[in-house]
C-alpha cells in the first residue's frame, strides 16, 4: 500500500503552503505591491507581437542580460535571470549551504523556501520602529552561513543605512540584498560589488516595470557567484514573452521612471492620509504599513474589504507592539478610493 507520508520528506508534511494576497472580482486590490499604472503600453505591444512565438524555447536570455547589465551599470556576465526574483530565493538557499538569516519582519518568502529546502532559518528582530538593528543581526551571525536582507524592506517600507549593510557585508558571508522596490528607494547596492565578492543583489520587473504578470527577476553578483546560481537554475526558466515584456521595458525607461516617480508623490499623500487616523511606518517602496491598534487589525481590514478594498493583513509581529496593514500605494484614483474606506473604519 502507497504510503504517502512515509514518501515525503519529513518536514515538507508541516509547511504551508504560500497564500497570496486575495483577488476579488470587482474590489480593488491594494495587497500585493504591484504597479497600478500598468507595463507601458509599447511593453504590451511587443508581447502581443511575440505570442506568434510562443511554439519556440525561450533563445534571448544572453540579449535581455545585456540590456539589464546596461540598465544597473554591471556586466552581462554579472546577472542571472529568475522566473520572479522569488525563484531567485530559491535557488540562492539552493546553491549556498545553511542556516539562512533573516530579520524579522521581513518578507516571508525567505523563511518557506529555506524551510521547503529543509534549511534551518534564523532571524533577528527590526528595532522597535522597525529600523535595521545591525547590532541584533550581528549577534545572529555565528548561527549562519546565507545572510539575506530587504532594502527597503518588505513588509515595513523601512530602509538599511549604507554604513550598517558594509558592516553586514564585511563578515564575508555571502550576503544577499533583496532590492525589488529598489526603484522606489534614492538608494541600491550596486556599486558596492566592486569591493564586495560576497555580495548578491536581487532586483524584479514585478513593481517598477509594472510586470508582476510575466515572471521575471534577477540577480547582480559577481560571474562566480552568477555561475554558481546557473548550475542550479531549471533550463528555459524565463519564457518567450517575459524576455520580449523586459526588452521592450528597458527600451522605455521613461514610462517606468514617470509612474515611479508619481507613487512617490501619492506615497507621501497616503501617508499623510492615513497618519490623520492610524500610525504609519515611513516607507521607501511602493507600499505603507500601518497600525491600528487598538482596533484589530483584522477588524479593520473587513471594514476595509466591505467598502471594496482589499489590503493586507499582517495582524501582530510576534515581539512587537500594534496591529498591522499593508497597503499598496496605487494609482492616484486608487488611492482615493482607499482614503475614502478608510475614514469608514
Ligand atoms: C522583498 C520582495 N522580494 C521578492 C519578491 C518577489 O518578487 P517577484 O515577483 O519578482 O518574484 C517580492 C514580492 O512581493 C518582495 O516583496
Known amino acids: 500500500?502507497?504510503?504517502?507520508?512515509?514518501?515525503?520528506?519529513?518536514?515538507?508534511?508541516?509547511?504551508?503552503?504560500?497564500?497570496?494576497?486575495?483577488?476579488?472580482?470587482?474590489?480593488?486590490?491594494?495587497?500585493?505591491?504591484?504597479?497600478?499604472?500598468?507595463?507601458?503600453?509599447?511593453?504590451?505591444?511587443?508581447?502581443?507581437?511575440?505570442?506568434?512565438?510562443?511554439?519556440?524555447?525561450?533563445?534571448?536570455?544572453?540579449?535581455?542580460?545585456?540590456?539589464?547589465?546596461?540598465?544597473?551599470?554591471?556586466?552581462?556576465?554579472?546577472?542571472?535571470?529568475?522566473?520572479?526574483?522569488?525563484?531567485?530565493?530559491?535557488?540562492?538557499?539552493?546553491?549556498?549551504?545553511?542556516?539562512?538569516?533573516?530579520?524579522?519582519?521581513?518578507?516571508?518568502?525567505?523563511?518557506?523556501?529555506?524551510?521547503?529546502?529543509?534549511?534551518?532559518?534564523?532571524?533577528?528582530?527590526?528595532?522597535?520602529?522597525?529600523?535595521?538593528?545591525?547590532?541584533?543581526?550581528?549577534?545572529?551571525?555565528k548561527e549562519a552561513n546565507l545572510f539575506f536582507l530587504c532594502n527597503p524592506n518588505n513588509p515595513t517600507g523601512t530602509k538599511i543605512k549604507r554604513k550598517d549593510l558594509i558592516r553586514v557585508l564585511n563578515e564575508g558571508k555571502p550576503t544577499v540584498v533583496d532590492e525589488a522596490y529598489a526603484e522606489f528607494m534614492n538608494q541600491d547596492s550596486v556599486e558596492l560589488l566592486a569591493s564586495y565578492d560576497n555580495l548578491i543583489v536581487l532586483r524584479t520587473f514585478a513593481k517598477s516595470f509594472g510586470l508582476a504578470g510575466l515572471r521575471l527577476g534577477y540577480s547582480i553578483s559577481s560571474p562566480e557567484i552568477a555561475d554558481a546560481l546557473k548550475k542550479v537554475k531549471p533550463p528555459f526558466n524565463v519564457n518567450v514573452l517575459a524576455q520580449e515584456a523586459a526588452l521592450a521595458a528597458l527600451d522605455d525607461i521613461e514610462y517606468m521612471r514617470q509612474s515611479v516617480s508619481e507613487i512617490k508623490k501619492q506615497r507621501q499623500t497616503l501617508f499623510m492620509e492615513i497618519a490623520k487616523k492610524y500610525r504609519p511606518t515611513e516607507s521607501w517602496a511602493n507600499f505603507i504599513l500601518f497600525d491600528v491598534s487598538p482596533k484589530k487589525a483584522g477588524d479593520v481590514y473587513q471594514r476595509l474589504f466591505e467598502e471594496g478594498v482589499i489590503v493586507r493583513c499582517f495582524g501582530e509581529f510576534k515581539g512587537f507592539r500594534g496591529q498591522y496593514l499593508r497597503v499598496t500605494v496605487g494609482t492616484r484614483k486608487q488611492n482615493q478610493k482607499f482614503i475614502e474606506a478608510l475614514k469608514k473604519t
Open 1 to 141: 500500500m502507497f504510503e504517502l507520508e512515509e514518501s515525503l520528506k519529513p518536514w515538507v508534511k508541516g509547511l504551508k503552503p504560500y497564500v497570496p494576497g486575495e483577488m476579488v472580482e470587482g474590489k480593488l486590490k491594494l495587497a500585493s505591491n504591484e504597479n497600478g499604472y500598468g507595463a507601458s503600453p509599447k511593453v504590451v505591444e511587443r508581447v502581443r507581437e511575440a505570442a506568434s512565438r510562443i511554439h519556440v524555447y525561450p533563445y534571448k536570455d544572453a540579449v535581455v542580460q545585456r540590456k539589464i547589465a546596461q540598465y544597473t551599470g554591471v556586466d552581462a556576465k554579472n546577472i542571472v535571470l529568475g522566473n520572479g526574483s522569488d525563484e531567485l530565493i530559491t535557488l540562492l538557499i539552493t546553491a549556498f549551504r545553511g542556516p539562512v538569516l533573516g530579520q524579522h519582519p521581513s518578507f516571508a518568502e525567505y523563511r518557506l523556501v529555506s524551510q521547503i529546502l529543509g534549511q534551518e532559518y534564523v532571524e533577528a528582530p527590526l528595532d522597535a520602529g522597525f529600523s535595521f538593528n545591525v547590532e541584533a543581526y550581528l549577534e545572529k551571525k
